[in-house]
């Protein structure tokens, strides 16, 4: 794809979107991040932006062709504020989208699945990531506060396996997708190159610290009440409880595919390759 405008990251504070713009940086495209605080990249010109403004969405898409699109966290229907930013960005010629999903959630599901769906239908070239867990999640918020505090990880998924991925590889993919000359025109399951319990997966981190981590199973009503007193409003929190649920008893993210080694030609990293490099997150007791 010609480069002829700014690459626009939106949630690019985030922990895809901060990898992509900078990854993007690194290979000499010009980087708009849009966002309401100022993610510190290097080289990369930033702009207000506001999911619930519409008075921002003009500026952003100035000189912009391509842009990352990250909904707005915990929102039940990101569509609503979505879906007239992408009418908004193909009315300024904005071409190709990429828009972070979820593997636990398919285009006909709910919350990022209109927006998917929507982008299938009416963007000229297009691709959805759909992600599995990501390994950060063990590095960065509740489990890492639990894992710190007690030596335990706390999910409502049972026995059930993740196949769950490094954010630097799914940052790849989306690279990928935004600057490859052809279009991918697709969705991507992203996964890691194993799917794991969460008791194999605090085996594994175990071995890598150096202390014992264990998985703590709890009913999905208790997750949503542990989550929601971690500050999520209610009605999100019971969506990623049923999500943990759905891994329990459908399998939903026991799945591993080759997308990360098939578009960026190098295999996706392991628990074990992150959980080594990351031990020192989890050996000090806060």
């Not at 010609?2 to 993007?24: C, P, V």
């Not at 630097?168 to 319990?197: C, F, K, M, W, Y």
């Amino acid at each position: 794809m010609e480069n002829n405008g700014n690459i626009l990251i939106t949630g690019a504070s985030g922990k895809t979107g901060s990898r992509i713009a900078r990854r993007l940086v690194q290979l000499g495209y010009p980087v708009l991040t849009a966002g309401r605080g100022i993610p510190r990249i290097d080289s990369a010109e930033h702009v207000h932006f506001d999911w619930n403004d519409r008075t921002t969405f003009g500026p952003a898409l100035s000189r912009t062709d391509r842009v990352y699109l990250v909904a707005p966290i915990a929102v039940m229907d990101p569509s609503r504020v979505m879906l007239p930013f992408l009418e908004t960005a193909l009315e300024a010629g904005v071409k190709r989208f990429v828009l972070l999903s979820s593997a636990s959630v398919p285009e006909d599901g709910p919350v990022f699945g209109p927006v998917h769906q929507a982008i299938r239908q009416l963007a000229p070239e297009w691709t959805v990531l759909r992600p599995s867990y990501f390994m950060q999640n063990f590095t960065e918020g509740q489990h890492a506060g639990t894992m710190n505090r007690e030596g335990i990880l706390v999910t409502a998924t049972g026995e059930g396996r993740i196949g769950f991925v490094h954010a630097d590889d799914i940052a790849e993919v989306g690279v990928r997708a935004l600057i490859d000359e052809q279009p991918h025109n697709t969705e991507h399951l992203i996964t890691g190159p194993e799917a794991l319990s969460y008791g194999e997966a605090a085996a594994i981190i175990g071995a890598a610290t150096g202390r014992p981590i264990r998985h703590v199973h709890v009913d999905s009503k208790r997750l949503a009440e542990d989550l929601t007193r971690l500050g999520l409003p209610g009605d999100y929190a019971s969506f990623l409880a049923g999500l943990d649920d759905a891994i329990r008893t459908e399998g939903t993210e026991d799945l591993v595919t080759d997308t990360v080694e098939r578009v960026t030609g190098h295999p996706p990293v392991s628990l074990a390759e992150f959980a080594a490099s990351h031990a020192a997150a989890w050996k000090v007791t806060v």
